[in-house]
Antibody, heavy 121, light 107 residues
Framework: QMQLQESGPGLVKPSQTLSLTCTVSGGSVSSDTYYWTWIRQPAGKGLEWIGRVYSGGTTKYNPSLESRVTISVDTSKNEFSLNLDSVTAADTGVYYC?????????????WGQGTLVTVSS | DIQMTQSPPSLSAAVGDRVTITCRASQNIRSYLNWYQQKSGKAPKLLISTASTLQGEAPSRFSGSGSGTDFTLTISSLQPEDFGTYSCQQSYMTPFTFGPGTRVDMK
């Protein structure tokens, strides 16, 4: 059964870059069946789709974050990553990675356990 | 972006109760609607995809219905493990968007 696990710093200073990695086990990020997705959730608030990457490197981002976000995939390490530039306190929250179906009706399953990122000096 | 709303924002119910949560999209999303369950401090878990398709190990007491702009999640007989927050999500077009969630707690 596929599992996803986020990793990265839990504290990032304002104006710096938030960098997270999602390691995939029990399956391959090289599969052409799936997109690999990042989603975040500020404390006490709803979920926000950040964007996705396909094994070939094609990406799609939320326009609200597009100027600051980069999602990439490393098939040799079976992982994908998120970089979010110029962070502010508004970027504080739990960040999840998830698998998304590439064909048919998209849906997120499974999810990583999530990692809390706090933006503070 | 497609806006998703849910009602009620929260509800209190007892074990055995029938619970209904409504989700509305700001435009026609056909049946591209997913439901997730989230427990405190945990990641969301997919319950239902394409408005009515029960996923994985989700119990049969969960059901979904609707198409277009109006959707419903029903729990036929609430169990203790069902307390948490339920969120809808449209997968009709990017950026994919979620509803604000409906918190279900114990009466």
């Amino acid at each position: 059964q596929m599992q996803l696990q986020e990793s990265g710093p839990g504290l990032v200073k304002p104006s710096q870059t938030l960098s997270l990695t999602c390691t995939v086990s029990g399956g391959s990020v090289s599969s052409d069946t799936y997109y690999w997705t990042w989603i975040r959730q500020p404390a006490g608030k709803g979920l926000e789709w950040i964007g996705r990457v396909y094994s070939g490197g094609t990406t799609k981002y939320n326009p609200s974050l597009e100027s600051r976000v980069t999602i990439s995939v490393d098939t040799s390490k079976n992982e994908f990553s998120l970089n979010l530039d110029s962070v502010t306190a508004a970027d504080t929250g739990v960040y999840y990675c998830a698998r998304d179906l590439r064909w048919g009706a998209p849906h997120f399953d499974p999810w990583g356990q999530g990692t809390l990122v706090t933006v503070s000096s | 972006d497609i806006q998703m709303t849910q009602s009620p924002p929260s509800l209190s119910a007892a074990v055995g109760d029938r619970v209904t949560i409504t989700c509305r999209a700001s435009q026609n999303i056909r049946s591209y609607l997913n439901w997730y369950q989230q427990k405190s401090g945990k990641a969301p878990k997919l319950l239902i995809s394409t408005a009515s398709t029960l996923q994985g190990e989700a119990p049969s007491r969960f059901s979904g219905s609707g198409s277009g702009t109006d959707f419903t999640l029903t729990i036929s007989s609430l169990q203790p493990e069902d307390f948490g927050t339920y969120s809808c999500q449209q997968s009709y077009m990017t950026p994919f968007t979620f509803g604000p969630g409906t918190r279900v707690d114990m009466k």
